[in-house]
């Protein structure tokens, strides 16, 4: 056992030792220094190496060098213990150390102080035994069998049999005592003595002795097993806890000893080094007494490593007793209880419980310490001696019971068997015996070379790979590589060149970057974008090379304290990055003295640190300057910070663009350790001797410069373009294409998304496996929470994957940039675009771009919309057909508008009930056909027909078959709508071409074609006539006029036709059949009037003519172009046309097509196109193109030139090609109002004249919608807020459009209409109607009928709020329907309720803060949905983010409100003023205090905001914030005697209960009580709130309830509940109410009558006329109470218990049940 102490140097702490006796490798010896202390010789030639003064670490002495011997010792001129002598006494010390160390066994040196416990464990646990097959040792047994046999046997050998092969193989179990008799051998334990309480045999009951049961109280043993078993049960937690205890306290053992051993730092070691630093100044007289010391010192380290190794053998012991005890009892077995001697169990547990297992240090409360007296040096034997406490320190083993006799607190077990540490070897030690077996292998082998040559490798520890990665992965070749590998050659030749050429290296040269350069960087440390620093990748190998060369640093002096000043160069210990970095001294801290901070740049990373100067070390003078600093101080000097200062989480930012790795904890962003490369451009201009430059990424080229953009943080100040990567590598694209559909062909589809009928996605039906399991990939790949593959700078086109509702992924293609961080993409896979956040949004890898766009854009072919814009029911159609299997007809030609494919649509689910989809949108009324399919010239076309109702309702059940297909109804909940209004903008297919047929063709500038569309309907006029005319003989008429229309008998077919007429010549007519476009002369006695009824649709002929083609010579067409035409028609059997030009006369100009198919030849598909006749007679030089008709066609643009003339009759260009005929009033001539009758004359018709009154009635279906807000940033007025949050606001320019509103409906509607409340009236309508509290009407919409009450809720479409008004307040009138809806729907963006919606309390909060008031409004996004997220800022409050600090509202983004404390000083009050600037993103910082939480009320201090101008509004609510308010007991009363003093509604009756005197005399004096009391005015209005209100005609106050309030107004609608009375107030005539005047019931209860309910066809005057006159001051009445809710059912009978509104069953009252 080794006791001696070992001596280490003051200054470094690291042993004295010999090596050797040369001079070459003596080892680390001691010298003196001045002060006659002593320091290695390694130090002392390490500081004077620096130049730097030595500190002696014992007295704080310097001892100087001079230069000239300074210079003398770098040369080598005088050795180094000429100036630092040798201390002899210790080097002789360390020479007998040596000596007595190479006699020692080599065994014996490593010492083991640690019980190896996993081993005891293993042994105890595992029973081995031979394998009964293979011999071979094992731990196994079979359990079936009981025979031991080894993993390898049993599973090839034992298993093998069919009745064994559910045998298991176990370990062998524990081997158990024996149940015998000790004493008498052979004999079993059968009984057991309970006076002995031990087992006994059937011999120690008979036989007598010493050990004799006989005559004891003795039972078998199988009746106390179960006693012992509980027992031994009840202590086994107890011996597994000690057992745990025993190895903690082994490992404690260990660790002391190995402290006493080998630490220099310990108690023993640093009093032995205090005592050599002392004696070293008086080694010569104190020698015997030092060795006494020494020795009495060695004495007690004996005495407790002594008492530590019977503590550990005796823990040895314990852990193999207490390991075997436990195993026999986890093998207990209750069927094997008499086999087991449970007492000899019970016994070692009891014993084990008993033994010692605390480690206790026994020694006085005195420590060990030297006493030096320095000033007597005379007397030796007091210079210094050993202070030692009473009685020698020393370990002993406590039991717990031991431990409370000394009341010492029993520590808590160990969680688990505690292991001693994995021991550390002497690499040193280890090495040698490493050289010694190679050169014991080396001799045997006959090699030639004695020793090979060495090449250095550099340790994984100083690889630069650890910094930046340059040999990672991540890294790529670019095409920088040839001068990176050039320069990097350059440089490391160069450096070392200068390392070989002498002690002092000289300086570097490096390229500085020049304006446009690009070079590859690594990002060392971000303080914002306008200073962070950089590494040329071509540096990383003098990077590599200083931090291998400083990776031991730590054994390099420190410098001393009073040396360390400002601009000195050092190296320093980073303890973030775990690298000594060469730095420059910036400032010193010496307010504490002892450990002073020093604040250091470190040059080669651009970090600035604080550090305590023991961080500090010398650095050799040749890298003082060489290389020169790597790190490159730049700026992005292209954009500057929006909020006018950089923040913290700007540099995190661009940390995360460039690499991954986070910092949470510095100010500043460092980028050490595995950071990818990024690229540099350099800019002209450097600004306070920075670079200006553009930064990107390798990797994927982004610009961190437009990344601080698009994210908000910064601006920019230049047009700065992205900086063009040389060497970067294609961003992955998606495949979009739709060439998969064929022409003609037929596909299973499936609806993926819709956006109109004209622009919808489909996806293949075979492809829906495959979107399924790409879907499934995605979701594997991708998690919202991981940010691996972010995109910071999304860029349009760019492909990427995207999180969607549900939690899943799909692909995605950027569409635009709308700002605010958001993204506009399209799913490629499903054709839905979405406005995502950038953070819900990931990079595609290439292997996910392979597979093409699954979704493909469609339009349904061959149908259109009306008015060219489809309606939201249309788009419900294909909505409701989503995710469902159809069927796809391609249609001809690929028929692509806009590179959409067209299809007709087939829902095949029933196959006996097919759905043409195409064909539904007519049925519907959403459309109209055109082109060759013609959907409605089939049967459905009789359902064809135009109504007043809106186009989203239902037809009548019988009007279609029930069809699997259904239409959604308008109470359908809300769906997501388009984007804008033009996505239900029609498409452009081309030419609006409708199938007509020529009636009369007489030449291209003349001919007349019928809609075959119009077939059916004027083949049923055509029926119409002939019945009217055969079944009515109506007289002929006498004077008719040339224009008259009428009905005549055509001679060649002789049927009635109607006619116009053309000449009068006698007793003939001519006439022209408007009908067939035929002329014929007819007896004048044969025309007969055209009757009302047949006048309803337009004529069937229309007089056209070809547009941009005329004749080539002259006005005439020749013949051969008239034949050329008439041969074209002829050919084709489908003739079509399209209206083209302005109107000639009376004849509409058009162009002709017809739908040419070629045959193709035997291995060719036929081709289809549609052609123009016009052009087809220009391409035969027939006619040449008409210029004047483009000139005019360009002047008339914005001029209503849809008018058509045809003889005599006006109408629009939409009323002759309108698929379904609408019903109109008869067009009339203006020879129609001058004669007063139906017949009409040719005349000019005036194009001055307004024929809007002689026009069809116009339908309007909705309001028009509110117009895009008009700027990101603008002041505006609130004026409602609704249920689900929703913001109705205008802009304050648009004030003067709403006063313009108001004053023409004031006119418009000032007169009351008594048909207004017959009218019906259907969900959705839009409407005029009245607001009650001003009387004055507005615009607005159905939303809610109530036919019983004859009441409609009513949305006012300008202000936002809702309110049920009665029918005979509400106008069918359309007025000002070309004003757009003044209203902008907006919500509060950023914030969401804390509930799943918002409550009442914090609406009415919203209402009351902004309402009517004028706010700063700032749009923060795009519209959803038709509603824009804002930030709404009145008076300088931000009602956001004040929502959240008042905890109504949360941040979606998960952030928190900032908690406001109070500072006093006048910086504090800045800040905290600051903190509630408002800014254009969310909150950058959540501020939290430990001693505060949010849900603490003391959390937000409203005394912070005294000075505010919102303060006083702030202060009224405060008292009423939850909500809770005062109000009226209900009455209990089931009957009572009531009388009618006043009618405020026919529905319910105010009843004035009569009381008695006593009851009366209350209320009396509760009302003189009120009157003469001082309460507060109103504090928060809310809707059922009591309170007492002034009475206008005798200024009396009164107890009443608030029924509604105006915040424009200022008005309050109340109601006094002791009489019944409602009037509107002003809400200064408004009072608080005290509690006291509470408490009794309202005088007056609102009722309803029961059994019976009011007549909606009688008026409402009527019945308040029959009302006042039965009720009105006629009772009393007796009253009784039917059903008792809010508001009460009663009957009210007379004296005789008769109804008294009996007689007024049968027309005022309908019974009900």
Not at 1471 to 1489: A, C, K, L, Q, R
Not at 1670 to 1691: C, R, Y
């Amino acid at each position: 056992m080794d006791v001696k102490i070992k001596k280490s140097c003051p200054n470094c702490s690291q042993f004295y030792q010999l090596k050797s006796l040369t001079a070459e490798q003596h080892g680390n010896i001691p010298l003196f220094l001045s002060c006659g202390h002593s320091m290695c010789e390694n130090c002392v030639k390490n500081i004077v190496k620096f130049a730097e003064p030595i500190q002696c670490k014992v007295c704080h002495k310097d001892t100087e060098v001079s230069t000239a011997d300074l210079s003398l010792l770098v040369e080598n001129k005088i050795p180094l213990c000429q100036l630092f002598p040798v201390n002899f006494h210790m080097l002789g010390e360390l020479t007998l150390e040596k000596i007595q160390e190479q006699a020692e066994n080599e065994e014996n040196r490593d010492k083991n102080f640690y019980i190896d416990v996993k081993s005891i464990l293993e042994n105890i646990t595992k029973s081995e035994g031979m394998c009964m097959e293979c011999h071979s040792p094992t731990s196994k047994m079979c359990q079936q069998c009981g025979i031991i046999v080894c993993n390898n046997c049993f599973t090839k050998s034992h298993k093998n049999f069919i009745i064994f092969k559910n045998h298991i193989l176990t370990n062998i179990e524990a081997i158990q005592d024996e149940v015998v008799c000790p004493t008498h051998i052979g004999k079993s334990l059968d009984y057991y003595c309970k006076t002995c309480e031990k087992p006994a045999c059937m011999d120690c009951l008979m036989v007598g002795g010493e050990k004799s049961c006989k005559n004891h109280d003795v039972v078998s043993s199988q009746d106390v097993n179960q006693e012992l078993m509980a027992e031994i049960q009840k202590l086994t937690p107890e011996v597994n806890e000690k057992l745990k205890r025993f190895t903690k306290t082994a490992v404690d053992i260990g660790n002391i000893m190995t402290n006493l051993d080998n630490n220099p730092s310990s108690e023993i070691s640093r009093l032995s080094n205090e005592v050599e630093q002392n004696y070293s100044i008086l080694l010569a007289n104190v020698q015997k007494l030092k060795d006494d010391i020494i020795h009495k010192l060695e004495i007690i380290k004996t005495k407790k490593i002594k008492s530590l190794i019977d503590s550990k053998n005796e823990i040895f012991e314990n852990i193999k007793k207490a390991k075997q005890t436990i195993d026999r009892i986890n093998s207990l077995q209750e069927n094997k209880l008499g086999q087991v001697n449970l007492s000899s169990i019970l016994d070692q547990a009891k014993e084990i419980i008993n033994e010692p297992w605390y480690l206790r240090y026994d020694s006085s409360d005195d420590l060990l310490k030297i006493k030096v007296n320095t000033e007597l040096f005379d007397s030796l034997q007091n210079f210094m001696s050993l202070v030692e406490p009473e009685g020698l320190p020393t370990y002993e083993l406590l039991t717990t019971d031991q431990l409370k006799e000394k009341q010492i607190e029993v520590p808590p077990p160990p969680q688990s068997v505690v292991y001693p540490p994995e021991l550390v070897k002497d690499v040193r030690q280890v090495k040698k015996k490493v050289e010694k077996e190679k050169d014991k292998t080396s001799d045997k082998t006959g090699m030639l070379i004695k020793s090979a040559p060495k090449y250095h490798k550099s340790s994984k520890s100083g690889s630069c790979t650890s910094l930046n990665s340059i040999t990672s992965d991540s890294s790529h070749n670019s095409s920088f590589t040839h001068t990176q590998k050039k320069s990097n050659n350059y440089n490391k030749t160069n450096y070392n060149n200068n390392i070989q050429s002498g002690p002092f290296m000289q300086p570097c040269q490096m390229k500085p970057l020049q304006p446009g350069d690009q070079d590859i960087v690594y990002i060392t440390h971000i303080v914002d974008p306008h200073n962070f620093f950089v590494q040329r990748a071509c540096h990383q190998s003098l990077v590599e090379e200083l931090l291998r060369e400083f990776r031991n640093a730590s054994t390099m002096p420190k410098p001393v304290l009073n040396h360390v000043t400002e601009g000195k160069i050092y190296l320093v210990y980073i303890k973030a990055d775990n690298l000594w970095q060469r730095c420059r001294i910036l400032s010193v801290d010496r307010k504490d003295p002892n450990k002073p901070i020093v604040q250091v740049f470190c040059f080669d990373f651009g970090s600035i640190e604080n550090v305590s100067i023991d961080k500090l070390r010398l650095i050799p003078s040749f890298r003082l300057q060489n290389p020169p600093p790597l790190a490159i101080n730049c700026s992005l000097e292209s954009i500057q910070p929006i909020t006018g200062s950089w923040t913290s989480d700007d540099a995190l930012l661009i940390q995360n663009i460039i690499d991954k790795s986070v910092n949470p904890h510095s100010s500043a962003v460092r980028i050490i350790r595995n950071s990818k490369q990024a690229v540099l451009t350099a800019r002209a201009g450097a600004v306070s001797g920075r670079v200006a430059c553009e930064l990107s990424t390798f990797e994927h080229g982004v610009s961190v410069a437009h990344a601080l953009v698009f994210h908000g943080r910064a601006r920019l100040t230049t047009d700065a373009q992205y900086p063009k990567i040389l060497g970067i590598k294609d961003k992955p694209m998606i495949f979009e294409s739709n060439n998969t559909f064929h022409p003609n062909s037929k596909e299973e589809v499936v609806i993926t998304h819709v956006v109109s009928p004209d622009k919808f996605f489909v996806r293949k039906g075979h492809l829906e496996n495959v979107y399924e399991k790409l879907c499934n990939d995605l979701i594997q790949e991708y998690n919202i929470n991981d940010n691996k593959g972010m995109i910071y700078l999304p860029e349009k086109d760019l492909v990427c994957a995207v999180s969607v509702e549900g939690g899943g992924w799909e692909r995605a293609r950027v569409l635009e940039l709308p700002g605010r961080a958001r993204v506009r993409v399209q799913l490629v896979d499903t054709g839905r675009v979405t406005l995502v956040h950038w953070t819900a949004m990931r990079r595609l890898p290439d292997k996910r771009c392979t597979l093409r766009a699954l979704a493909t854009e469609c339009h349904l072919a061959g149908v259109t919309p009306l008015n060219q814009k489809w309606s939201e029911g249309s788009v419900l159609v294909l909505r409701a057909l989503e995710g469902r299997t159809l069927t796809a007809h391609v249609e001809a030609g690929r028929g692509r508008a806009g590179g959409s494919v067209g299809v007709t649509l087939y829902d095949e689910q029933d196959p006996d009930d097919v759905v043409c989809v195409n064909k539904l949108m007519i049925l519907r009324k959403y459309a109209v056909s055109f082109g060759i399919n013609m959907f409605n010239t089939e049967s459905e076309v009789e359902e064809l027909v135009r109504t007043n109702k809106p186009t989203l309702q239902q037809p009548k059940p019988t009007a279609v078959k029930e069809k699997k297909l259904q239409i959604l109804k308008r109470n359908t909940p809300h769906f997501d709508e388009p984007d804008n209004d033009k996505d239900l903008e029609a498409k452009n297919k081309g030419p609006y071409r409708v199938e007509v047929k020529i009636l009369n063709y007489q030449s291209p500038s003349r001919f007349y074609v019928a809609l075959i569309s119009q077939q059916k309907v004027f083949a049923e006029l055509y029926e119409k006539i002939q019945t009217y005319f055969t079944k009515k003989h109506t007289q002929p008429k006498d004077d008719w006029k040339v224009g008259d229309r009428c009905c005549t008998i055509c001679n060649q077919s002789q049927t009635w036709r109607r006619a116009a007429i053309l000449e009068i010549d006698g007793g003939t007519a001519k006439v022209f059949y408007s009908d067939f476009a035929v002329v014929e002369i007819v007896d004048l006695s044969s025309l007969r009037e055209i009757p009302t009824e047949l006048k309803s649709c337009g004529d069937a002929a229309i007089e056209c003519h070809l547009s941009g083609v005329i004749p080539a010579v002259g006005a005439e067409w020749p013949s051969l172009t008239k034949e050329y035409l008439k041969e074209l028609l002829d050919a084709y059997p489908r003739i079509f046309m399209t209206k083209n030009g302005v109107f000639k006369d009376k004849s509409i100009p058009v162009e002709l097509w017809v739908y040419h198919t070629t045959q193709g030849g035997a291995l060719e598909p036929n081709v289809s196109e549609w052609r123009c006749l016009n052009k087809k007679i220009i391409e035969q030089g027939l006619g040449i193109p008409d210029k004047t008709q483009e000139l005019s066609t360009n002047a008339s643009e914005g001029t209503n030139e849809e008018t058509i003339s045809f003889l005599n009759l006006t109408g629009s260009l939409e009323d002759w090609l309108q698929i379904e005929p609408m019903p109109f009033r008869p067009l009339k001539a203006e020879s129609d109002k001058a004669s007063g009758t139906d017949s009409s004359t040719p005349t000019e018709l005036d194009s001055n004249k307004d024929y809007s009154q002689d026009s069809n009635t116009i339908f309007i279906s909705d309001w028009l919608p509110a117009e895009p807000l008009p700027n990101e940033e603008f002041y505006g007025v609130p004026t409602n807020v609704d249920h689900d949050g929703i913001i109705y606001l205008h802009d304050v320019a648009q004030e003067e459009t709403l006063d313009l509103i108001r004053k023409a409906l004031d006119v418009r509607f000032k007169h009351p209409d008594p048909k207004a409340k017959f009218v019906k009236w259907t969900v959705g309508e839009p409407c005029i109607a009245l607001y009650y509290l001003d009387n004055k009407f507005y615009r607005g919409r159905v939303l809610e009928v109530n036919e019983a009450a004859a009441t409609c809720l009513i949305h006012y479409i300008d202000y936002g709020n809702e309110e049920i008004c009665p029918f005979v307040n509400i106008r069918k009138s359309i007025a000002l329907y070309q004003i757009p809806i003044q209203a902008h729907r907006c919500v509060l963006g950023r914030i969401r309720p804390v509930a799943k919606h918002w409550d009442r309390q914090t609406l009415d909060y919203i209402h009351k803060s902004i309402v009517e008031k004028q706010c700063s409004i700032e749009v923060l996004g795009e519209p959803i949905d038709g509603v824009a997220p804002i930030n709404l800022k009145y008076d300088k409050l931000c009602i956001n983010e004040h929502l959240v600090d008042f905890e109504m509202a949360e941040f979606t983004d998960g952030t928190k409100a900032k908690v406001q404390k109070f500072i006093p000083s006048a910086k504090s009050n800045k800040i905290m003023n600051m903190s509630f600037g408002t800014s254009d993103s969310g909150p950058d910082y959540i501020v939290e205090h430990d001693d505060e939480t949010p849900d603490s009320p003391a959390s937000f201090d409203m005394e912070q905001f005294a000075n505010k101008n919102w303060n006083d509004i702030v202060d009224e609510e405060a008292k009423t914030f939850d909500g809770r308010f005062v109000s009226y007991p209900q009455t209990d009363l089931t009957e009572f005697t009531c009388e009618i003093n006043i009618i405020n509604d026919t529905e319910q009756l105010e009843l004035s209960i009569v009381h008695d005197d006593g009851t009366k005399e209350l209320y009396e004096t509760m009302f003189e009580e009120i009157q003469h009391d001082n309460s507060l005015p109103i504090d928060g209005i809310f809707e059922n709130k009591a309170c007492l209100a002034l009475f206008a005609e005798d200024k009396q106050w009164y107890r009443a309830l608030i029924l509604q309030y105006s915040e424009t107004k200022g008005k309050v609608k109340v109601k006094y509940i002791d009489y019944g009375n409602i009037a509107i107030i002003s809400v200064a005539d408004v009072r608080e109410i005290d509690e006291e005047y509470t408490k009794l019931p309202p005088a007056t209860v609102a009722a309803t009558l029961h059994g019976v309910k009011i007549n909606p066809d009688i008026p409402k005057e009527t019945i308040l006329d029959c009302y006042s006159k039965k009720f009105l001051e006629q009772g009393p009445f007796k009253a009784i109470v039917i059903d008792n809710k809010t508001i009460p059912e009663v009957l009210l009978q007379d004296e005789d218990g008769k109804l008294v509104y009996e007689d007024f069953f049968g027309n005022i009252f309908i019974k009900i049940d």
